[in-house]
């Protein structure tokens, strides 16, 4: 009995010791890991009618929150922002945040002609935000210069893209290597929602050209003496989208204490990415489960589903630059969810699997994706891992 289960047994070990090898292997050609896996097509086990997608991929489920949102803000009413994210202005009871600051520190007092001059400013650019938010397929044709034209005092280089962009996401599988040199030879280096580089040089490299946020990140900062929100520097421009309309307040509050350029994505950007990333989730979850579209909005948490940052900040460089290199998106088995926290999980409303699909469709048949103008030129896309 000895004899026989022996030589199984190091059969067995054998086969893992192969197995985390190959693994390995895997992580360091892992250039293109997130390709390598079996694409989606082929486990795909049921067939959408791709009219049918794209018709319910342009159905914004949580449009009628938003109009009401922005409604009431324009209203004045700040009260009813509930739920998990406080407006700046509500402290719960429908009064003014007493600690909200103005941009040079001095506590903003309700009524005070200082916080009316920043209301009447509040009011025009989420009017002219909130009519400027639909779809335009050009979008993509135009970013270049929405972006130059926002980043640059003088207006130098409009027109011309960047030479090569890095953009570098989060994730705990930048831990595997040491790409750092690698992501600051590009000429532009893309960071999003203010991830620590400091003792992380070696992995994630230590040159940020643009910080890209989402704008909870700066509500938070906003709260701080100077809106204080540069871990990377303070002549480092930031783009920002806004994930809440009342964070146009922490805008106008940070944005004339800024250093650099503080740039909001144009909202006919964001429309654009959320049907983008829409569109590959109901593929992915009609294809997988063969369900009706009607049951996709239920599972997704419908009205808060949202592109993450990592998402549009991909999609800007792809309108931006000659050439796009994707660190840090991904996962691993055995990573860490971030490489810079001990965060365990993900917020529930973003669909990264979705995200993925899109990035392969980048790196390798960027012609199916939908909504962008057949005029846009897609550059090349390279993920590393
Ligand atoms: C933000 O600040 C910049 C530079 O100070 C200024 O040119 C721009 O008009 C400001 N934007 C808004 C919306 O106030
Ligand atoms: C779906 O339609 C979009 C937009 O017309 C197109 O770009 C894409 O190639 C189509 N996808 C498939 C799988 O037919």
């Known amino acids: 009995m000895k004899h026989s289960v022996r030589p199984l047994f190091s059969i067995l070990f054998l086969l893992v010791v192969v197995g985390v090898l190959c693994v390995r292997v895997t992580l360091r050609n892992g250039y293109f890991q997130l390709?390598?896996?079996t694409p989606f097509e082929e486990i795909a086990k049921f067939r959408v009618d791709n009219e049918t997608l794209l018709k319910y991929a342009s159905i914004e489920i949580s449009e009628p929150k938003w109009k009401q949102e922005i409604e009431e803000l324009l209203e004045g009413k700040f009260g009813n922002q509930g739920g998990r994210h406080r407006s700046f202005l509500s402290s719960g009871n429908n009064r003014i945040d007493i600690r909200a600051k103005s941009a040079r520190g001095l506590p903003v007092q309700l009524r005070s002609p200082e916080f009316y001059r920043l209301w009447?400013?509040?009011?025009?650019?989420l009017n002219d935000w909130s009519k400027n938010r639909k779809f335009q397929s050009d979008i993509m044709v135009d970013l270049v210069n929405v972006v130059k034209d926002l980043m640059n005092k003088n207006n130098e280089g409009l027109g011309r893209k960047y030479e090569s962009c890095a953009v570098v996401g989060n994730s705990g599988i930048l831990l595997n290597r040491e790409h750092g040199k690698l992501i600051d030879s590009h000429e532009v280096v893309i960071r999003l929602n203010n991830a620590r580089i400091s003792s992380f040089e070696g992995t994630v490299g230590k040159k940020t050209t643009i910080s890209f946020v989402n704008s909870n990140i700066l509500h938070l900062c906003a709260r701080r003496q100077g809106c204080f929100c540069h871990p990377y520097?303070?002549?480092?421009?930031?783009?920002?989208?806004?994930?809440?309309?009342?964070?146009?307040?922490?805008?106008?509050?940070?944005?004339?204490?800024?250093k650099a350029p503080l740039v909001v994505t144009?909202?006919?950007?964001?429309?654009?990415?959320?049907?983008?990333?829409?569109?590959?989730?109901?593929?992915?979850?009609?294809?997988?489960?063969g369900?009706?579209?009607e049951l996709?909005?239920?599972?997704?948490?419908?009205?808060?589903?949202h592109y993450s940052s990592g998402m549009q900040a991909v999609?800007?460089?792809v309108g931006i630059c000659d050439k796009v290199s994707i660190f840090g998106f991904g996962k691993s088995p055995g990573t860490k969810h971030h490489y810079h926290t001990n965060q365990k999980a993900e917020l529930g409303l973003h669909d990264y699997e979705a995200e993925y699909d899109f990035y392969r469709d980048l790196v390798a048949r960027p012609k199916v994706i939908p909504f962008i103008s057949d005029k846009f030129k897609f550059p090349p896309v390279a993920i590393h891992q």
């Open 120 to 125: 009447l400013s509040f009011q025009r650019h």
């Open 266 to 289: 144009d909202p006919r950007f964001d429309v654009l990415c959320a049907r983008i990333v829409k569109y590959y989730s109901l593929k992915r979850f009609a294809e997988m489960t």
């Open 315 to 317: 999609t800007l460089a």
């Open 296 to 305: 996709w909005g239920p599972t997704h948490d419908g009205e808060n589903f």
């Open 35 to 37: 390709e390598n896996e």
């Open 291 to 293: 369900k009706d579209l």
């Open 233 to 258: 520097g303070d002549e480092v421009p930031m783009i920002m989208y806004i994930c809440q309309p009342a964070h146009f307040l922490d805008y106008l509050l940070c944005n004339s204490s800024h």
